[in-house]
């Protein structure tokens, strides 16, 4: 295929495709030229053919696949080429029909892997559109996710801002209970000092009436027990002065 065949220029894939295809039609072509030799064509009409298929060829493969129809097919000028190589007219009219028929074949083939610029075109915008589609539903779903991700977090923190604040209330009325049951025990401790500090007084104060009360008995009975023995004393006395007169 030459570089350049008029303004279009095919590039890429599409030139890889075209040069498969180019290559499969002129294997087909060789072998109905063959074809053509084994029942008795001469070779130098052969090699016509082949010059009018190559031209008809490279005339196609330098317009786009979408104006193929426009210029596939052997006319009168092929017709006549061949007339002059010595081959008659009906048989030259049955080869350019054989041939024409083999490539409108194989380019029909081709074409239909090929879409028009506006197809391509359109085609494009529907990947585009498909694309910014994609983007913004993923640009959707990310703020979608982001504002739950959000409010999942706000939630969160507001139920360990509760759970916190319910812990620091049930630690503080722990520790009031604490606090108030201490206040109690002591209390009740310090009652019980008290009341224990007043019966220890009262028993003192018993014991010391106790003691003060046998103090006085016993000075009262040592005075009774002096009284006694005086007088016992005094007795005697005057029983052994009354028998000492008597004696005497």
Same mark, same amino acid.
């Given at each position: 295929?030459?570089?350049? #065949? ?12 075209? $040069? ?8 087909? /072509?060789?072998?109905? /030229?063959?074809? $053509?030799?084994?029942?008795? /064509? ?19 493969? #330098? ?6 129809p426009l210029f596939v097919g052997i006319g009168a000028p092929e017709v006549r080429k061949l007339e002059s190589q010595g081959v ?33 075109? @359109? ?8 694309i910014s589609k994609f983007k913004s539903q993923v640009q959707s779903s990310q703020e979608n996710h982001f504002s739950l991700l ?23 009325? /722990? ?27 009262? $028993?003192?104060? @018993? ?7 046998l103090k006085a008995q016993l000075e009262a009975a040592k005075y009774d027990v002096i009284k006694y023995c005086i007088g016992t ?7 052994? $002065? ?7």
């Amino acid at each position: 295929m030459a570089a350049v #065949c008029g303004n279009w220029r095919p590039r890429g894939a599409r030139r890889n495709a075209m $040069l498969r295809s180019r290559a499969r039609v002129g294997h087909r /072509v060789g072998s109905q /030229v063959r074809k $053509l030799e084994s029942q008795g /064509v001469p070779t130098k009409q052969a090699e016509a053919i082949t010059s009018a298929i190559t031209e008809v060829l490279n005339d196609s493969y #330098c317009h786009p696949p979408t104006e193929w129809p426009l210029f596939v097919g052997i006319g009168a000028p092929e017709v006549r080429k061949l007339e002059s190589q010595g081959v008659p007219t009906k048989q030259a009219e049955a080869i350019t029909s054989a041939i024409t028929e083999v490539l409108n074949d194989s380019l029909e083939s081709i074409s239909e892997s090929f879409v028009s610029k506006a197809e391509m075109q @359109k085609s494009e915008m529907l990947q585009e559109a498909n694309i910014s589609k994609f983007k913004s539903q993923v640009q959707s779903s990310q703020e979608n996710h982001f504002s739950l991700l959000q409010r999942e977090t706000e939630k969160l923190r507001g139920d360990i801002d509760k759970m916190r604040s319910e812990l620091k209330y049930e630690i503080d009325k /722990v520790t009031a209970g604490q606090r108030l049951d201490l206040n109690l025990e002591r209390g009740r401790i310090r009652d019980e000092l008290a009341k224990q500090n007043e019966e220890t007084t009262d $028993l003192t104060t @018993k014991l010391d009436k106790e003691i003060h009360s046998l103090k006085a008995q016993l000075e009262a009975a040592k005075y009774d027990v002096i009284k006694y023995c005086i007088g016992t004393i005094v007795s005697i006395s005057a029983v052994g $002065l009354a028998v000492l007169r008597i004696v005497m």
